[in-house]
Structures are given as structure tokens and as C-alpha cells.
């Protein structure tokens, strides 16, 4: 084979390895689901479900009214559920080499309308990002709280 021809196939296969990362990192990294509930429902059920679980919801932040208050406009509705789950947490807070993590703390889940009236719910996939990490944030985000974030979503997407 000509070195022509290998440096062809090499600069394909790294266009198309690009364009894949490029189209599949966003969908795995932050999937979404489509609810099978009005918006209001949708929220609510997702708070109780997480409460069930035996996690906090610490915060519920009306996003498109902090935009709209801050001079951004109006945009279609959108929820922030800040969950928290403390003895997930602490295992995370108590290793001083996770401690940077936090920045991923509360676990969020959101639920917004799309310009089509259609309900969705995102959330980071705690799974993907774990064993990025390694030692107790992989076992603990990448097990309970992965596996307990599910539960939640499916609960309003069967």
C-alpha cells in the first residue's frame, strides 16, 4: 500500500472517529427522555419519586424566571430539581482526593418544554462520567447513584 493511500485512510478514519465523538459524547453525556406528563405533573412526580428514594430535594429552581427577571427574555419552561442523597455525599466529601467533584453537587435533574409542547427530563449520566474519576466517586456515582437517578427518570418515562 502506498504511503499515500494510508495517510487517506488514516485522516478518514480520524474525520469519522471525530464525527462520531462529536454526535454521540453530547447523547451520552447528558441524555434526556421524553416524559409521558404535562410539565407541572412531570416535576411532581419526579420530586416525589426522589424523596421515595430516600433523597433530598434541596432546591427547585424556575429557570425561565431568573431569565426572564435577569433580562434574558422568555424562554419555555424550565425546572432544576437539585437532589441530594447525604450518605452518597459524604462518602464522596470525606475522601479529600474527591472532594473537587462537588462541583457536580447537588445532582441535578431538569425538566423543560420543547418548542413542540413536548416534556422532557436531563440529567448528567453519572455513570459515563464515574469512572472517569476513579476510587469512591466511581463506586459511589457510578453505582447507587447511578442506578437511584434511573429509578427517578423512569418513574415519568416507562
Given at each position: 500500500?502506498?504511503?499515500?493511500?494510508?495517510?487517506?485512510?488514516?485522516?478518514?478514519?480520524?474525520?469519522?472517529?471525530?464525527?462520531?465523538?462529536?454526535?454521540?459524547?453530547?447523547?451520552?453525556?447528558?441524555?434526556e427522555w421524553r416524559s409521558a406528563y404535562a410539565f407541572e405533573e412531570t416535576v411532581t412526580r419526579l420530586t416525589e419519586a426522589v424523596k421515595a428514594g430516600g433523597w433530598v430535594v434541596q432546591s427547585l429552581v424556575e429557570l425561565e424566571k431568573s431569565i426572564e427577571k435577569n433580562g434574558g427574555g422568555i424562554v419555555r419552561p424550565v425546572r432544576l430539581i437539585n437532589i441530594c442523597q447525604a450518605k452518597h455525599a459524604a462518602r464522596i466529601m470525606n475522601d479529600d482526593t474527591a472532594r473537587r467533584v462537588s462541583?457536580?453537587?447537588?445532582?441535578?435533574?431538569?425538566?423543560?418544554?420543547?418548542?413542540?409542547?413536548?416534556?422532557?427530563?436531563?440529567?448528567?449520566?453519572?455513570?459515563?462520567?464515574?469512572?472517569?474519576?476513579?476510587?469512591?466517586?466511581?463506586?459511589?456515582?457510578?453505582?447507587?447513584?447511578?442506578?437511584?437517578?434511573?429509578?427517578?427518570?423512569?418513574?415519568?418515562?416507562?
Open positions: 500500500m502506498n504511503s499515500f493511500l494510508l495517510i487517506f485512510i488514516i485522516v478518514v478514519l480520524f474525520v469519522c472517529a471525530a464525527y462520531l465523538l462529536r454526535w454521540a459524547v453530547p447523547r451520552l453525556l447528558l441524555p462541583v457536580l453537587m447537588p445532582c441535578t435533574i431538569t425538566v423543560y418544554e420543547k418548542s413542540d409542547g413536548s416534556i422532557w427530563i436531563g440529567a448528567m449520566n453519572p455513570g459515563l462520567i464515574a469512572p472517569l474519576f476513579g476510587g469512591v466517586v466511581a463506586a459511589v456515582m457510578g453505582g447507587p447513584v447511578a442506578r437511584e437517578q434511573a429509578a427517578f427518570i423512569r418513574s415519568v418515562c416507562p
